[in-house]
């Protein structure tokens, strides 16, 4: 084995332009200047949009089940059954949304897909306590397929304009920007719905007095109806905490409906934020090779 000096043993010769590589350089998870160089070639508006979108979804996804298992009594299987179909709409969805982007401007793809997402956010904002799972379920499609027409164009337009080397860290910030968005959307929308309930509780007490004469017409037909299986003044008694657990429900049913009426009107106002989005790179890219692809043929 033939012999080398020292110093050209640990000598490293690169190819043609290739940048020679230090070994005791360390290479950072995420590169701090990448975000504060590198993201002006990104589009500014994304991670904002993406982040409401995430937190509309997630908080939707955090409601429904509370909802179907506390007030309709479903249990964990039909709750998550009831929900399914949003996934559904997404994978009918995406696939559609990736041919549409071909021939129809991504802005134009991504305000369709927020306006179903404040349909459906509407649609859920008119549950009662008498709906079927067919009421959930449509409006849960709805919502999917806006999730669809949301997202994939705002990651074609956002990642777009970046080169190969920079994509990678673009997509973990716009991954951070949609869990921190969902994350965000279920704090939010969880503390709303303890504090509105509190806020209709209050409100609807007010009409359980003596002096209310509706109050008192369900107080003596609950009365004469336990009174069968209790004694008066226990009959009586009993008919206070039925009422009551009935105040507590549709305190209940009524915050459940403000949060996805807000949500809904928060998805409407996003809506004109999908035309401050440029079109991206790849996306005319996209374009010109289906076009060349139909010259050669």
Not at 78 to 100: E, F, K
Not at 129 to 152: Q, T
Not at 219 to 225: K, W, Y
Request: charged share 10%; net charge neutral.
């Amino acid at each position: 084995m033939p012999q080398f000096p020292r110093d050209q043993r640990c000598q490293c010769y690169p190819r043609d332009n290739a940048e020679p590589h230090d070994p005791g350089a360390r290479e950072p998870v995420l590169l701090v200047p990448f975000i504060q160089d590198n993201l002006q070639g990104c589009e500014p508006h994304s991670e904002q949009t993406s982040m409401v979108v995430m937190a509309a979804m997630y908080s939707v996804l955090t409601m429904l089940p509370l909802f179907l298992q506390t007030l309709l009594g479903y249990k964990s299987e039909s709750a998550g059954l009831a929900i399914a179909p949003l996934g559904i709409g997404s994978m009918i969805a995406m696939p559609i949304v990736g041919l549409l982007l071909s021939y129809v401007d991504g802005r134009w793809l991504m305000s369709l897909g927020i306006a179903l997402l404040a349909i459906a956010m509407f649609l859920f904002g008119n549950l009662t306590l008498d709906i079927s799972m067919a009421s959930i379920e449509w409006p849960g499609i709805v919502e999917g397929l806006g999730v669809g027409f949301v997202m994939v164009p705002l990651m074609t337009m956002s990642l777009g304009t970046l080169s190969k080397d920079k994509i990678g860290n673009a997509s973990g910030i716009f991954s951070l920007a949609r869990n921190l968005g969902g994350s965000i959307g279920i704090s939010v929308s969880t503390t709303f719905l303890v504090r509105m309930t509190q806020t209709h509780q209050a409100t609807l007490v007010t009409h359980m007095t003596p002096y209310d004469p509706v109050f008192q017409q369900h107080l003596s037909a609950l009365t004469a109806g336990l009174s069968r299986y209790s004694a008066g003044p226990q009959a009586h008694m009993q008919a206070y905490g039925l009422l009551h657990g009935m105040l507590l429900q549709q305190a209940n049913l009524m915050a459940y409906v403000d949060i996805f009426r807000w949500i809904a009107l928060v998805m409407a106002l996003c809506l004109p934020g999908a035309w401050l989005l440029k079109k991206g790179d790849g996306e005319r890219e996209h374009r010109a090779s289906l076009s060349g692809r139909n010259l050669t043929s």
